[in-house]
């Protein structure tokens, strides 16, 4: 599976002008993933950066088996009960790479609660979309995303607080978005304002948020 038309979602809804293909940095190790993973934990995603002298090694791990199912049951054609775990992990990903690659075009700086916050606001969008196009309304897609997942029991400390902080920032933000989506693809105004968050630094997507 390819990940190219998952990327295109993104680069469509925040006009992004970027030079990296994701496609060409996807492995599919599991030794490597579990060997960089701090807490040597199976993993169905993770992206793996290696910085040194201001150059960084970036790969984007994606469980095999994922692949293997999305190759089979494509999102992009037909999202459903049954490849739509596959399709968030995958997506996650992508969003991932996609905001640390373009933001490293120009030389900014992320932090992974940045990146973490970002990407729940990419699927929930993107999931919204995708739906829409074909056919289906995004009914419950709020609780789905962020009132029912639960988060796994083997993290702690800082990285729990992160994917805390960031479910709970881009809830509050997603709720705000929702009746602008829930019967109709972006209007030109919220996709100027999905663009505008696109670009804010932590701080004042925080803060951002927060003023709503």
Known sequence: MRLHGF????????????????????????????????GGRELDEKLLIAETDGEADVSLYLDPGVLERLAQSDPLEGLDADNIEDFWTAFEGVSHFTYYAWNAQREKRVTMLEMELQAEVDKYVATALLL????????GLHHWLFELPRL?????????????????WAGKYCRRLAPAIASAAPDEATRSELRRFYRLSKASKIEH???G
Do not use: H, K, M, S
């Open 152 to 168: 796994d029991e083997r993290l702690e400390g800082g990285e729990l607080d992160r994917y805390r902080y960031a479910n709970r």
């Open 7 to 38: 990327q295109d979602l993104l680069r469509d809804l925040y006009a992004l002008d970027l030079e990296y293909e994701v496609d060409d940095f996807v492995t599919t190790d599991t030794d490597l993933a579990r060997a960089l993973d701090a």
């Open 132 to 139: 829409l196009r074909q056919g289906q309304r995004p009914r």
């Open 209 to 211: 948020i927060d003023a």
